[in-house]
């Protein structure tokens, strides 16, 4: 059974650039073919795709994101992390890291941690 479990500060001040870390366990980050996402929900909205990291370690982002976003890994945590940079009170949300499978299927979630952004 996979699990994803997202952590870091729950709490960030404008312009700066917190980093949430996603630890895996069950599988491994480089087990082919599978990919693993950050997506976040703001309060009463939908679901928004920021980025995705594959088995292989290439990175594919939000176009509306792609200029302050950033997805890496540490292989020996099987870990995977991202950093938004410069962030507003619109980047207050929820964000959940998932597993991409076959036919881009997000098959496993994390339970999400509130990030909220206030001066």
């Known amino acids: 059974q996979v699990q994803l479990q997202e952590s870091g500060p729950g709490l960030g001040k404008p312009s700066q650039t917190p980093s949430l870390t996603c630890t895996v366990s069950?599988?491994?980050?480089?087990?082919?073919?599978?990919?693993w996402s950050w997506i976040r929900q703001p309060p009463g909205k939908g679901l928004e795709w920021m980025g995705v990291?594959?088995?292989?370690?290439?990175?594919y982002y939000s176009p509306s994101l792609k200029s302050r976003t950033s997805i890496s890994r540490d292989t020996s945590k099987n870990q995977f992390s991202l950093q938004l940079s410069s962030v507003t009170p619109e980047d207050t949300a929820v964000y959940y890291c998932?597993?991409?499978?076959?036919?881009?299927?997000?098959?496993?979630w994390g339970q999400g941690t509130q990030v909220t952004v206030s001066s």
């Open positions: 069950g599988g491994s980050i480089t087990t082919s073919y599978y990919a």
């Open positions: 990291i594959a088995y292989d370690g290439s990175t």
């Open positions: 998932a597993r991409v499978s076959d036919y881009d299927t997000y098959d496993y």
